[in-house]
């Protein structure tokens, strides 16, 4: 009986996201047909390129296979060199690179699943929400990030959270040059590590 509410549940859940998306689908023409005759104003750079008010982040996520891997809290590289470095030694659990950021914004990152754990609906992943600052102006860049993830782990009770505080940390510079993969949060009982990095527009 609760197998069979629980794959209403599922059906119903898809039939509204199918639904909601066709007004945004309208309404996307008609922005669309609007843009043409739209203005935008022109971004103000430091010189470089950079609009420091304006940044993406990417967020990545590791889960730890070697036990005895110590991990460093800054690699420098793109993503390939990135996930050389931790080739064979941990597990991806998410990548995610924002839109277009500014001070104050709040990220909602999730990445779980839900099923049936005996007879109760238990979540299986890690979901996260971060705070970004942005403090820059013309003469330097200030970026931070902080913020609180749940790792879940399903099981016959149901779901059992272990709540990860991501303090504030002061990211690395925007350039096109070089990534610079910094250390946000990293545990070694539940085997995460989850490292943050600053992006130009």
């Known amino acids: 009986m609760v197998q069979l509410i629980f794959r209403y549940m599922i059906s119903f859940m898809l039939v509204v996201s199918f639904c909601s998306a066709l007004p945004y689908m309208v309404c996307a023409e008609d922005t669309a047909i609007a843009a043409d005759d739209s203005y935008e104003e ?24 070697d036990q005895n891997f110590e991990f460093e809290s800054l690699i420098t590289g793109t993503y390939a060199q990135l996930f050389h470095a931790f080739e064979g030694k941990a597990d ?16 909602n990152i999730q990445e779980d699943a839900l099923r049936m754990a005996g007879d109760k609906l238990a979540n299986d992943g890690l979901n996260c929400t971060f705070s970004f600052t942005n403090m820059s102006d013309e003469d330097s860049q200030f970026y931070a990030i902080s913020g609180l993830c749940n790792i879940m782990y399903a099981g016959v009770d149901g779901t059992r959270k272990v709540r990860a505080i991501i303090q504030r940390t002061v990211l690395s510079e925007a350039n ?9 949060y990293q545990n070694k009982k539940t085997g995460i590590i989850i490292y943050a990095d600053v992006d130009p527009k």
């Open 42 to 65: 022109e971004d103000d750079d430091g010189g470089d390129g950079v609009v420091y008010d304006e940044v993406r982040l990417n967020i990545v996520a590791f889960e730890v296979r």
């Open 92 to 107: 991806v659990i998410f990548l995610n690179r924002t839109p277009v950021i500014k001070d104050g914004d709040v990220l």
């Open 176 to 184: 096109y040059g070089v990534n610079a993969w910094i250390s946000i």
